[in-house]
Every structure is written in C-alpha cells, then in structure tokens.
C-alpha cells in the first residue's frame, strides 16, 4: 500500500468518527444544556476538566511516544520492538494512571467538605482514559484508524443514549459521570480486542528494547511533558481553571461548551492531518525527505480549506448555533465566534506539530509555548475578572494563534520549503465569502440549516474562483473516493475537478 493510499484509508476511518462524533457530540450537549442549566452543566463540566487534567497529568507523553516509535519501527518491519515498546509503556501508563486514581481518592478522603462521590467517579474515570487514550496511540502508530474510530463511535453512541436517558428522568451529575465512565470501558475492549493484530501481546513485557531506543524514548516524553506543562494545560485547562475561582458556574459553561463545540468542528480538518504524525513518521524511518515536502505543503493548503470555512462560518453563525442550547445561553455566542476564530490557525499548524513531532524536535514547541503560557497566564488574569468567559476566550485563543503561526513558519524554515501564503490568502477570501453568505441568510432567513447550506454551495464556487487548490491537492484528495460508498464516489470526483481548476 502506498504512503497516499494509506493516508486515504485512515482518512475515512478518522472521518467516520470524526463526523459521527461531532453530531452525537451536538446532540448530547444540546440536550445536556437544554435539561440540566447552565449551572448545573458548568457543574458536570467541571469535574469532566479535572478528570482532562489529571490523565494529562498521568501520560507524561506515553500516549504521543507510542505512536511515534510505534509507527516508526513497524514501518520498518520490526514488529518485536514495536511490541517491546508496547509493552513497556503500557506497564508504566498504568502506574501513572493508578498512582493519581489514589492521589485523588486520599484527597476525598482528608478533605472533609469534597464531593465524595464525584472524586470516587473521577479517580475510576482517570485510570480509564490514560489506558484508553494508549490504546488509541498504539493503534495511530500501527496507522490503523479502523480501529479506534470504530471503538469511538460506538462508546460515543453508547454515552449519548445513556447520557439523554439519564437527565430525562431527572438524575444528574453522578449518574452522567456513571455513563462516562461506562463509555471508557467499552472504547478500551473494543480496542484492545484489536491490537494484537499488530502487536505481539503475549510475552511483550519480556522483549528487550536497545538502550539508545531507551533513551530516545526517554527523551521524547520528557519534551512532550514539558510541552503539556508549556503550552497543552494552559492552553486548554487556564480558562476554566481561573473561571471556577473569578467568575461563576455559568460562565464555565458558557467557557466550555464553546470550547468543546469548536473543538469539536475542527475536528473535521483534524480528519486529515490526525494521520499525518504516524506518515511522517514512517517516511523519517526511511529517509523519503522529497515526499515529505510535498505531502506537508499540501496538508497545509487541505487543512486550510477545511479549517477556514468552518472557523468563520461558525462565527457568522454563532447567535443562531448558540440559541440550539436554549434561551439562557444566547449570551454564549460573542465566545463561541471567537473559540470558531481561534481555532483556525492551530487546525493549520496541526500539520506543522506532526512534523515536528515525527522529526524529535519538540524542544522548539517547548521553548515557544513556555513563553505563551506566560502570555495567556497575563491576558487571563487581566480578562477574566471583568469579562468572564468571553475574557477567558480571548486570552486562549489570542495566544494559540500566535504560537500557530510562529510554529508553522520555523517548520517551513526547517524543511527549507516556502509556504503557500498565496494559496492560503486565496483560501482565506474564498472561505470569507461563504461565511458572509451564511451571516446574511442566517440574518435576514433565519434558520441555521439554511445558513450551513448556502455557504457549503458558495464556498465550493468561490474556491474554483479563487483557484485555491492544485493538481497535488486533487490527486491526494481523490485518493479518499475508494472508501467512500459506491454512489457517492462519482459526485465527491466531480466535486474535486469543479473546484480544481486544470
């Protein structure tokens, strides 16, 4: 299989749970918001952050190295090493894992006024999701995205039902956390039934690893620790961090529902680059140093087209995807524009980190985000108090793009390639145009359906006009229509050569 047949194979199956995430993901936080309040869902949302944080906390860059050597050493057709590896760092993850499980539970304990039950719901739930987000590292590094994005999507079909059912008859945080943690349970079987596939179980733990492999290893998690510590934590924990102590529970929830939502819709660029870490990473094994230029300039103009569109048509969007949660989180939509913003650069730079991350240079993105911690850490402070969420919004996303557009520009430098800024601003006008599109129906029409499909017809046209794309674009994207089902590969074609201008 070739490395643009791989690409496309894992691109569907990250599209699959991709889209599928995101409308289950919808649907259930509409419903979650509608039925508990904002303040009961701020509330729930939370210790959902804490239970982030603290299996954050307890995979020290594990999760990130498996794929990585994972993939780089079953590229290379060592399957015992890459075992070895597996092995080894699954040990380690669940000491990590269980060790803050304990911490959590013997601080409910000490504590006397803490939510027993919530922080007994909380240490299970943090075990589960290191152990399942290695599980989900081992698969990226065997490039197999069947895998997970299957155990994705039911775990997530799983938790929307239990979730609806749960607040419909009236019970609330408890027995949401119950289903969460129902959710992590049965992502890790669906998973773990799969791996051996690819990695040698049996005996695992008794392959030995060369100690220069050893001490890469060692050093690549300590750069992605520090990394988390600079850049991941504040970046996605700052806001809600200082909300829970200068604002108020609504203001987490306005905070965070914002946040998930736009995470969640930049999701859909992540389709694509999500595959690009455990690619590069193959190609670094065997020194394809020409292809390698040529698949991350065009990742670059692909992750544009994807990301623009959605950030500022979500933002012309924003009042009426806001009023879906109901009346009381109108005043949600100023954050959600500008979480929709502010996600665009970082889902371009995604391509960028990858390629950073397959060549060992994590100390840049160290350096970098270490002193936009302290930037966002000051905006935070000086935002929060008076602004609330919104504040907290614009003291994250202020300081991601910056880093975004400093982490993409020293990656072209390092390759020696030139970046597509022509490409991009021609991307950039054309997704400008559909957002405004979409404003105007949404503004004069009403209705959020009718807005999404004026601007997915617009922005199509304006790429062709704007003649954003190339040959290299067409030929790596045309790669996705043998996954598609049969029916609908001839228009997804058509499509691509109308946008294409030849």
Known sequence: MTVFQTIARNTFWSALSTFGGLLLGIVTNIVLARMLGAAALGQYNYWLWLIGLLALVASPGIPQAMTKFGAEYLGQGEERIASAIFGRLLQLELALGAAAGVLVLAYSWIVPDSDTLALAAVALAVVLV???????????????????????LIGGLFYGFAAIAIVSFGFGVYLLLLAYIGRRILAILLVGWKLPAHYLFQGALSLNMPPQLRRRILLY???????????TIPYERFGIFFLKRLATDVDIAFYSQSFDLAIRAMAIPAIFTATL???????????????????YLSSNRIAAAIAMPIGLGGAAAAYSVALLYG???LAMAPVLAIFFVGHIAGAIASVSVSMLYSMEEQSFIVRLNAVMALFNLALSLLLIPNLGATGAALATCSSHTISS??????????????????????????????????WLVSTWLGGLVVAVAAAALTYPAMLRMFDALDDTDLHLLSRLSQYLPQNLAPAYQNLLHFIVRR
């Not at 870490?277 to 230029?293: H, K, M, Y």
């Not at 982490?407 to 601003?425: D, E, G, K, N, W």
């Open 405 to 438: 557009i400093v982490c993409m520009t020293h990656v072209a430098r390092r390759l020696q390639v030139t970046l597509p800024f022509r490409v991009l601003s021609r991307v950039s006008m054309a997704a400008l145009l559909a957002a405004v599109v979409a």
């Open 277 to 295: 870490l455990p690619t590069f990473s193959a190609l670094q094994g065997q020194d394809q140093r020409e292809r390698i230029n040529r698949i």
């Open 221 to 231: 998690c300590r750069d992605i620790v520090l990394i988390f510590a600079a850049s």
């Open 327 to 329: 009346p009381e989180f």
């Open 130 to 152: 290191v152990v399942e987000v290695f599980f989900f590292a081992a698969a990226k590094g065997a490039q197999d995205f069947r895998i997970f994005s299957q155990a994705s």
